[in-house]
């Protein structure tokens, strides 16, 4: 975009106006963009929990979580999202993971409940 493109015939052709708006306008954009005060990161807190022979609901709202069964577990583990009305049996070995992506999105509290009553398992997740 020019900022010229003047002819002296009255205004027929001039768009120096019009283009100087639109530059106007966007350096209001940018200044406000500037404007805009750096916040630093929120402190995460990573849990790492072992269980065995028992169950583990997470009662605090999380950003992601890691479940694993073991490898020396005697036997499978089971988690839910949704108290146990399904559940996902994992072998061991086997690891799922779940992210609720960027920007502060969190999964609700209690929504996992992990039970290792027959086996091992593994939890990692970020609050």
Do not use: H
Request: hydrophobic share 45%.
């Amino acid at each position: 975009m020019s900022v010229g493109d003047l002819k002296t015939d009255g205004l027929k052709g001039n768009n120096f106006p019009w283009q100087l708006r639109m530059l106007k306008g966007l350096q209001g954009i940018i200044n406000a963009i500037i404007a805009i005060p750096a916040t630093s990161g929120l402190s995460k807190v990573p849990v790492a929990v072992k269980i065995s022979g028992s169950s583990l609901p997470i009662s605090v709202p999380i950003q992601s979580i890691s479940i694993a069964c073991t490898t020396d577990s005697p036997d499978a583990i089971v988690f839910t999202t949704d108290n146990f009305a399904s559940s996902t049996k994992l072998i061991p070995g086997e690891t799922v993971y779940y992210d609720a992506g960027a920007l502060n999105n969190f999964f609700a509290a209690n929504l996992f409940e992990i039970d290792a009553t027959f086996g091992k398992a593994l939890i990692t997740y970020i609050i």
